[in-house]
């Protein structure tokens, strides 16, 4: 079992792919990738990088591959030696953690204010509850769903400053699973940069962060692909300097007495999202991208767009919802259109 296998989120890892071509090459440069098995995908690193300095990219690599490694290991629900592990079986006790869990939880918490409760890294008691349903094919009662719900509020994360931690009440459980691998594909650029390699884009399993241009001289490229017809290329959107994520209900779901429930809870409700296929987001950072991606698949259409407005330029999201006569409707917000390349 994958350390993320069980987030409160989907993503939709088949159906956002980056776009490369390298057949017109910058002089002196060419195309490197590498690949790992992490978080439960496959995390990518390609970039366009002098071709006389293969071995000090390497070690660029070597040390982008052990921080995830680390990451990982971390900030997984079932890692015992892990931060998350430690903080969901702290029984309300205060716990240290390290500078990447507390400053990830810290941005979680400010995702769940501007969405709206929508993104919540506390959900994971209502997922256990879901699991539990469809392991005994009995849908949860509504007392049961709603004594899960008083355990999600993100009140109940205490932040206690120098990277301590504390649950308030013992049965609360936190995931990182909807945040950690944009956060790690954040990680990964940062050790690019500072390493000098400016043209690259890091692909954490459907969360992508791209810097600079790609071999071409071009802005990268991402293509997103209809869920309902695969071979569909619905946009294909440029990047530079900026993320992408997507996420869906419709790779994994609950089955309860021969019934499909969405694998993505509404944290304000408890119940299943059945409304969105998927939703895309652009953001000028992937640990962004990651969290409101997942919002957006659970909030309202005039909330998604009121979001998005209210975060500006550097933010659009793509939705994707099923008409109840079974076709699909997209919807945009305002600003996706700068983003839909043109080539």
């Known amino acids: 079992m994958g350390l993320f296998e069980n987030s409160m989120l ?4 088949t159906f956002l792919f980056v776009l490369t071509g390298c057949d017109m090459k910058r002089p002196g440069l060419e195309k490197y990738t590498e690949s790992r098995p992490l978080m439960g995908t496959i995390v990518k690193v390609t970039a366009c990088v002098d071709k006389e300095k293969k071995k000090q990219i390497k070690d660029v690599y070597d040390k982008v591959w052990e921080k995830l490694a680390y990451l990982e290991s971390n900030l997984g ?13 702290s029984l309300e006790k205060e716990i240290e953690v390290s500078e990447d869990t507390y400053a990830l939880i810290a941005s979680a918490k400010g995702y769940n204010l501007i969405t709206l409760g929508a993104f919540n890294i506390a959900v994971y008691p209502l997922i256990e509850l879901w699991k539990d349903s469809e392991k005994n094919q009995v849908l949860p009662q509504n007392k049961m769903i709603e004594d899960r719900l008083s355990l999600i509020d ?10 301590k931690i504390k649950l308030l009440d013992k049965e609360a459980k936190i995931d990182l699973g909807a945040i950690a691998p944009g956060y790690s594909a954040d990680v990964a650029s940062s050790l690019l940069r500072e390493s000098g390699i400016t043209s690259f884009f890091v692909d954490a399993g459907g969360e992508i962060f791209a810097s600079g ?6 802005p990268w490229k991402a293509g997103i692909y209809d869920p309902i017809s695969k071979e569909n290329l619905l946009r294909v959107i440029h990047l530079k300097d900026n993320a992408v994520s997507t996420s869906g209900d419709y790779e994994r779901y609950f089955n309860i007495n021969d019934r499909k429930y969405s694998y993505i809870i509404d944290p304000r409700r408890g119940l299943p999202e059945e409304a969105v296929i998927s939703a895309t987001v652009i953001a000028p950072k992937a640990v962004a991208a990651d969290a409101l991606s997942t919002a957006m698949c659970i909030l ?3 909330e998604r767009l009121n979001l998005m407005e209210e975060l500006g330029d550097g933010y659009a999201s793509l939705v994707l919802k099923k008409t109840p006569e079974g076709n699909l409707e997209v919807v945009e917000s305002p ?3 700068k983003f839909i390349s043109k080539e």
């Open 10 to 13: 989907l993503k939709c890892l």
């Open 77 to 89: 629900i079932y890692n015992e030696a892990g931060d998350v592990y430690r903080i969901n079986h």
């Open 154 to 163: 993100n009140d109940n994360i205490e932040l206690l400053g120098n990277n």
């Open 213 to 218: 241009e790609n071999c071409e001289g071009k």
């Open 300 to 302: 309202g259409d005039e």
């Open 335 to 337: 600003n996706f259109k």
